[in-house]
């Protein structure tokens, strides 16, 4: 059986504003992650440029190291010659995610 959650303002029980529950509903839906990912996909699109910009993407960000999807092995190779300047633009843009790694996965 499926337990229903319940939003409470902290301030007063009895009622339930949307700036309290606002907060409690990003974190249970996970939309700061999915929010995270967008603009990091937008980074890496404007640091890596064309034609790679339009068919790559961030895929998550975990300890450090950035996932992108590229849709071919050869783009791994072409991309990997380039890491380090892209690794020195994202980490200039963005600086509060602490970006030590690229890693390339191939996504069909």
């Known amino acids: 059986m499926k337990r229903k959650t319940t939003f409470r303002s902290p301030s007063n029980p009895g009622v339930v504003r949307v700036a309290d529950v606002l907060p409690q509903l990003i974190v249970k839906y996970g939309l700061q992650k999915q929010q995270n990912t967008e603009q990091i996909t937008q980074i890496w699109r404007e640091t890596v440029g064309e034609p790679y910009g339009s068919v790559t993407r ?23 010659f380039r890491q380090a300047e892209l690794l020195a633009g994202l980490q200039t843009a963005l600086a509060e995610e602490k970006i030590k790694r690229i890693k390339f996965v191939v996504e069909n």
């Open 58 to 80: 961030a895929v998550g960000l975990k300890s450090g190291t950035l996932k992108i999807a590229v849709p071919h092995h050869a783009f791994v190779q072409e991309l990997s």
